[in-house]
């Protein structure tokens, strides 16, 4: 596990090691199409899982449609049960 915080810093390290699972934090905004498509380019070949992390308080909710190569939406906050079968779905999807 490790925490980017910069979006050039994410990529960097998922290609020196592809992910099972990748959560974007931070408002929907700061989610570039160039960014989640090179994301999705570099994660490819494992099938990783991409979540956003998005909060039940923020004013305007982004749909799905606007953002193709996310695979969910999840809500803070989340609880552990949710992030345990978060984390075993995208290593069964892996698998698969």
């Known amino acids: 596990m490790f925490i980017a915080s910069s979006a ?3 990529v960097a390290r ?3 090691s592809i ?3 990748v959560i974007l934090s931070g408002t929907y905004q700061s989610w570039s199409q160039a960014f989640i498509n090179r994301l999705r380019e570099t994660v490819k070949p494992l099938g990783t899982t991409i979540v956003a992390l998005t909060r039940s308080h923020e004013p305007t909710w982004s ?3 606007e953002h193709p190569g996310i695979d969910g939406f999840l809500v803070e906050p989340i ?8 984390v075993e779905s995208a290593v069964a999807k892996t698998i698969l």
């Open 8 to 10: 050039a810093q994410a």
């Open 19 to 21: 992910p099972y699972l």
């Open 63 to 65: 749909f799905q449609e």
């Open 79 to 86: 609880s552990k049960d949710v992030l345990h079968l978060l």
């Open 14 to 16: 998922i290609e020196e």
